[in-house]
């Protein structure tokens, strides 16, 4: 048995973690402290807590550029797929306990309001990334058709912000942080990119 | 000589290596249990904040005041409703009054800033009578009745309301308007100390809130100083909040402190933050969605279908008359 990696440890904690919100989410259901509407608490718990995992997903490689940490890049995996199944959930408890399963009403809501086409557009993006995450995708499709392909995760951690932002009545600061902190990602990503390509200039 | 009992078989035996390790395992086992309990911690702090934030504690019922006198209150049948009241706790817990914070459980918890008493209503513009009015004052003109209402939100949500207050139209009677007097404004307090949540300017404050005259003399139209027989909490918009049963909640200002007569349509809060979301009319119609949901159907707080609405919030009957010839989804 070949010694793993210090931190192997952390993957399984993320998974389990996740499993301990999502319980702790339900044992507040089940014993009514979600206040009045517990179908839209849970359904805004839920979708923060979506935005909250893809962010921490995209903060991998940012902190790896910044700090010079790697641990967050091999956990990346796990946070992208445990928010995937948060998204799923999210949208499970809307069609279902929220809307009652009219899927006509939900279709038409898709097709009329900006907030849930944006939702559900990120839904279906993260669908092919989700099936594509384990390694012997990334040796299927090769790596740089695989690296394209999970570019997308940069749009769906848009559209997530831009469906919280359209959701919102008035105050629009939670949305913004969040918006805030991937472009900010996005920012440290490009800065390092323009600073390696020019080395790379200079080196031909 | 004893017999030894067999011993294990050569391939059960723990590896060396592995056996060495021990201590290792047991480390990354506590390792693992301690980061899985702090993931877990900080998701669920994370997904509850803002508006997914629920009630911490529902606040008790007020007790009538010792000494003060017990309100006497009426309970005409005109205004019986056949349907299930929502629970005091949920009426009390729920709350969209974001001078006291922005999400439904916060008013709740933030509603002991408000200090109602003494409080005074000022009657302003085209009035016979202007004058400052207390609360006692009002009771004593109007006595006290009770209407259960239901009240619908433009979130699509509702609740049924068992308000204690007296008709709009019977204080407007009293402060004889003048001719001129088309329009009835309603403003709540504006006092950031009491109302932190004026501290940040996500609407113009103070809130305003209007309604035509043959609106605000309708029957329907009530002003009320309390629910389920007791004062309103603060967070319901102690201690004098308007009521219009067949619009959109947003309509009945809370804490009101200024009841004016002005001759052209007053400019409202949420019309003036988002025009194309909230008109001034603000009639509940389920056959006009706002712009981000529809309208057609509403969750009956408490219950776990979705209920049809119904236009005019089920009050058709009696206030369809006021839109006659209005095109509803232009005037929404």
């Known amino acids: 048995m070949a010694p793993k990696s210090r931190q192997a440890y952390l993957a399984p904690a993320i998974v389990s973690g996740w499993l301990l919100a999502l319980a702790q989410l339900g044992y507040r259901i089940a014993r009514h402290q979600l206040g009045a509407n517990p179908i839209a608490t849970a359904l805004n718990q839920l979708g923060l807590l979506a935005l909250v995992l893809l962010v921490a997903s995209l903060s991998a490689t940012p902190l790896k550029l910044t700090l010079g940490w790697t641990w967050p890049l091999r956990v990346r995996r796990t946070f992208g797929l445990v928010a995937f199944f948060t998204v799923l959930l999210h949208f499970l408890l809307y069609l279902g306990p929220d809307q009652g399963f009219d899927l006509l009403q939900v279709l038409s809501d898709i097709a009329k309001r900006p907030f849930i086409a944006v939702g559900f557009l990120a839904l279906l993006l993260l669908v092919p990334l989700a099936w594509t995450s384990s390694k012997q995708a990334v040796q299927r499709l090769t790596f740089p058709v695989w690296q394209r392909l999970h570019r997308l995760v940069y749009v769906i951690g848009l559209l997530a912000a831009l469906h919280f932002f359209l959701r919102v009545k008035a105050d629009h600061t939670q949305p913004l942080i969040y918006a805030a902190v991937i472009l900010l990602g996005f920012t440290i990503r490009l800065v390092a990119w323009r600073i390696k390509s020019r080395k790379r200039t200079r080196l031909a | ?332």
């Open chain 2, 1 to 332: 000589m004893p017999k030894l009992p067999p011993e294990p078989k050569s391939s059960e035996i723990t590896a060396p290596e592995l056996y060495a390790r021990r201590r290792e395992f047991l480390k990354t086992g506590a390792l693992c249990v301690a980061s899985s309990v702090g993931v877990g911690v900080a998701l669920s702090q994370l997904s509850s904040l803002g508006s997914a934030d629920p009630p911490k504690k529902p606040p008790p019922m007020p007790k009538p005041e010792a000494g003060a006198a017990p309100w006497k209150v009426e309970h005409p049948g005109r205004y019986k409703l056949d349907e299930q009241q929502t629970p005091y706790e949920d009426v009390t817990t729920y709350n969209n009054y974001y001078e006291l914070g922005l999400s439904k459980s916060e008013p709740a918890e933030q509603a002991h800033h408000l200090k109602t008493k003494p409080w005074s209503v000022r009657v302003t513009g085209q009035v016979q009578k202007p004058q400052t009015l207390d609360i006692d004052t009002l009771i004593r003109w109007f006595g006290l009745e009770e209407r259960v209402y239901r009240m619908r939100c433009v979130e699509a949500w509702s609740m049924v309301i068992p308000w204690v207050g007296f008709p709009l139209g019977e204080l407007i009677k009293r402060l004889e308007p003048t001719s001129r007097a088309k329009y009835v404004t309603f403003k709540t307090l504006l006092d950031p100390e009491q109302l932190p949540g004026q501290g940040r300017r996500v609407l113009p404050w103070p809130y305003a809130e209007g309604l035509r005259i043959d609106e605000a003399t309708h029957p329907l139209a009530f002003l009320a100083l309390g629910l389920y027989g007791a004062p309103l909490p603060g967070q319901n918009g102690a201690p004098l909040r308007l009521v219009v049963p067949w619009k959109y909640g947003f309509k009945g200002g809370k804490s009101l402190v200024e009841i004016g007569f002005v001759e052209r349509e007053p400019t409202t809060t949420w019309n003036l933050a988002a025009p194309s979301e909230y008109g001034f009319y603000a009639n509940v119609n389920p056959k006009v969605d706002h712009p981000r949901w529809s309208q057609a159907s509403e969750r009956r707080i408490g219950e776990l279908t979705r209920r049809a609405t119904l236009p005019f919030n089920g009050y058709a009957a009696e206030v369809a008359d006021l839109y006659r010839g209005m095109d509803l989804s232009r005037d929404f």
